[in-house]
């Protein structure tokens, strides 16, 4: 205990030097936390990134996009033996369908009206599986209750909300398809009003709706991890051949995400290196200093009977003591200036041209969407597919750099004393190795 | 009567810019146990590298030394600190007290070393054999008078009850009547506590006052004065 006592009293020998080097050590120790902490903001939004698009494929028919385009729907029988792949989590077959009413007894500007307000998206969804919405996205029940594997064939619609508004319905009202009168058990809300117009339909009842027993019109596959995205999509290309399009929903987007956010966790890197080194020398020097100023009373300790370990003891607490007072002014810089530097930092890495490129944002998605649902004259979703793709990853992808945030975290203090003890103990390994070569006739004959 | 310290044929040789300096040539000397006794001698005559080979500080060229009993020019270095730890207690003419710790830890400092159980009692003990009145053991060395420094660098010296004092000039910064009161406190050791005390002096008013003077000169003992009766 002694030892360290010393060592502890010691480093308040000099206050005023030992101010300057907590805050020199406190300076360097506070951009490496930054550093820590922009790359710990980085790798969670990469992770964020990856967890919302990065594992999700999906099977289409050939040259066609979510049952818009060329191409027929898919028979249920491509699906075979697919679930029985290891990289393969989920298979979601779904029905996307754009519903057009039959309008008799009305002509002209009141007909159209009319179909402009009953159309709808319709989604057929397998019980359990998430409310996904065609364009991107999923939406959320916000009212009545999800569909069971109960409801699998039965006469039942989940309703967006705004569709529900433009048509006065309600939990519990019944809504007509093609003279089939549906009991709406629920509504739900998306990112975007294109989500809120959608009607979704368990997957049989879609089927049986739209006559397409034994089809769909694609298929989501959830892939286990994202380095296995690509075999995965190898094997289910050979496994289908030319009967559908596998298509990753934003693998190049996420790349050119990911290899920005690489560039500046690389640069983030470099700089808490420099910081950490900087910091190792600040330490070294002073206790280089200062292992020089007292060999007069290195040598009395050693005459008095101090050995090589209690010295080294001594001097390598010191030494971590010096460093870790050097971490707590760094966490005060890093508390009051650097969390908002780094803020900052962060929020103009985001931004840059570099990232955003190619992502697009949910207000575009929905400038997208409503570019489709005015296109009536032309056709329905005319065109649109691959825009409508590309936004689907983006306003995802997006909104998670949106929120990036550099805090101080718990994990964030331990690898900041993990380094200042590190820094204690290499930045004073060297002096205090120094010390103990001293021998106290050489340096007491010197008095 | 056993001798507390004992050198023979002692050499020690330095390289100064590739010349070899001999700083001691063949010293043979033998100091009886709870003897008061001093080292003389002109300045560069190898008092100071003949003390601090007694102690264990430095190492002899040639030769035997045996301090207690132990061949101290056999032991290993580590051997070395804590044979001298136990044996040997040393006084500085600058005192050497640690500046960040007040009388009584630096006392405490040799028990520490020695993982001495108490050390504040035993401490408490050595300054009052030192004579250190009782309101300054908690006094830093900068608020201490010169000869109470050197006072508690007598009770350091003593914390461990060791055999041997060496005190390299012990009154070299104090004024005379602090010199004789320091002189008069190591005699009392030798008497009362049976320690065998050296110092090294330039003072022959001091030296007369030891029971065997070493005169040295060019590295060798010129002359040896034994004055026990």
Redesign the interface.
């Known amino acids: 205990m002694?030892?360290l006592r010393?060592g502890f009293?010691?480093v308040?020998?000099s206050k005023v030097r030992t101010a300057i080097v907590a805050l020199l050590v406190g300076l360097a120790l506070s951009l490496g936390v930054t550093m820590m902490a922009l790359d710990s903001a980085v790798a969670d939004q990469l992770a964020g990134v990856e967890a919302s698009v990065g594992t999700e494929l999906e099977i289409r028919p050939v040259g066609s996009f979510g049952g818009f385009g060329r191409g027929e729907p898919l028979f249920m029988d491509v699906l075979n033996g697919l679930e029985d792949m290891p990289t393969i989590v989920e298979i979601s077959p779904v029905i996307v369908y754009q519903y057009m009413p039959k309008m008799s007894g009305l002509g002209g500007r009141e007909a159209i009206e009319e179909v402009m307000r009953q159309r709808m998206a319709v989604m057929g969804i397998v019980p359990e599986q998430p409310l996904r919405v065609f364009g991107g996205g999923v939406a959320e029940l916000t009212e009545g209750r999800l569909f069971t594997p109960e409801d699998n064939g039965s006469l039942v619609v989940i309703v967006g909300t705004e569709y529900a508004e433009q048509n006065d319905l309600v939990v519990g009202s019944m809504l007509l398809l093609d003279e089939t009168e549906y009991e709406i058990i629920g509504l739900a809300e998306g990112e975007h009003r294109f989500a809120n117009s959608t009607v979704f339909l368990p997957f049989q009842t879609a089927q049986l709706a739209f006559a397409m027993e034994d089809q769909m019109t694609q298929a989501y596959v959830t892939v286990d991890m994202l380095p296995n995205v690509e075999p995965t999509i190898a094997m289910l290309r050979d496994a289908i051949g030319e009967q559908a399009d596998v298509v990753s929903q934003a693998e190049a987007t996420l790349e050119r995400v990911a290899q920005s956010m690489d560039m500046v966790r690389g640069t983030t890197s470099v700089g808490l290196w420099l910081a950490i080194a900087t910091g190792g020398l600040v330490i070294f020097f002073t206790m280089l200093l200062t292992v020089r100023e007292r060999q007069?009373?290195i040598g009395?300790?050693?005459?008095?009977?101090?050995?090589?370990g209690?010295l080294l003891v001594g001097f390598a607490w010191e030494s971590v003591v010096l460093s870790v007072v050097g971490a707590v002014v760094g966490i005060i810089l890093f508390v009051t200036v650097g969390q908002f530097l780094a803020s900052r930092l962060m929020a103009n890495i985001v931004s840059t041209p570099a990232v955003t490129q190619g992502v697009v944002t949910p207000g575009a998605v929905e400038g997208v969407v409503g570019q489709i649902r005015g296109g009536g004259g032309r056709g329905l979703f005319s065109g649109a597919g691959s825009i409508a793709g590309f936004s689907m990853a983006g306003g995802s992808i997006s909104s998670q750099l949106g929120d990036v945030a550099v805090n101080f975290s718990a994990g964030l203090l331990a690898r900041l004393l993990a380094v200042a003890l590190g820094l204690g103990l290499l930045g004073g390994l060297l002096p205090a190795l120094y010390a103990l070569r001293l021998?106290?006739?050489e340096v007491?004959?010197n008095? | 009567m056993n001798n507390a310290i004992e050198l023979k044929n002692v050499s020690k040789l330095y390289s100064v810019k590739g010349n070899i300096v001999e700083a001691l040539q063949k010293v043979d000397l033998s100091i009886p146990s709870a003897v008061f006794a001093s080292i003389v001698g002109p300045s560069g005559s190898g008092k100071?590298?003949m003390l601090?080979i007694m102690?264990g500080?430095?190492r002899p060229s040639k030769g035997e030394i045996y301090l207690a009993g132990q061949p101290f020019h056999k032991l290993s270095e580590?051997e070395l600190?804590a044979h001298?730890?136990?044996l040997i207690?040393?006084v500085?003419?600058?005192y050497?007290l640690?500046?960040?710790?007040s009388a009584i830890e630096n006392v405490?400092?040799?028990l520490?070393?020695?993982r001495s159980g108490n050390t504040r009692q035993r401490a408490l003990a050595c300054l009052e054999m030192a004579e250190l009145p009782t309101s300054r053991h908690k006094h830093r060395p900068n608020q201490l008078s010169g000869g109470e420094q050197q006072r508690v660098a007598i009770a350091?010296?003593l914390?461990?009850d060791p055999a041997v004092i060496l005190a390299d000039e012990p009154t070299g910064n104090l004024d005379s009547k602090t010199g004789n009161q320091i002189i008069a406190l190591l005699k009392r050791l030798t008497e009362q506590e049976k320690k065998t005390v050296v110092i090294i002096t330039h003072s022959p008013s001091i030296a007369v006052e030891t029971m065997l003077t070493a005169e040295m000169l060019d590295g060798t003992i010129d002359r040896t004065v034994n004055r026990q009766k």
Request: no cysteine; net charge positive; charged share 30%.
């Open positions: 002694h030892n010393r009293r010691n308040w020998r007069k009373e009395v300790l050693k005459a008095i009977g101090s050995s090589n209690d021998r106290p006739a007491l004959r008095e | 100071t590298t601090n102690g500080l430095d580590t600190v001298r730890r136990r207690g040393f500085f003419q600058s050497n640690i500046p960040n710790l405490e400092l040799p520490e070393f020695a350091r010296a914390a461990n």
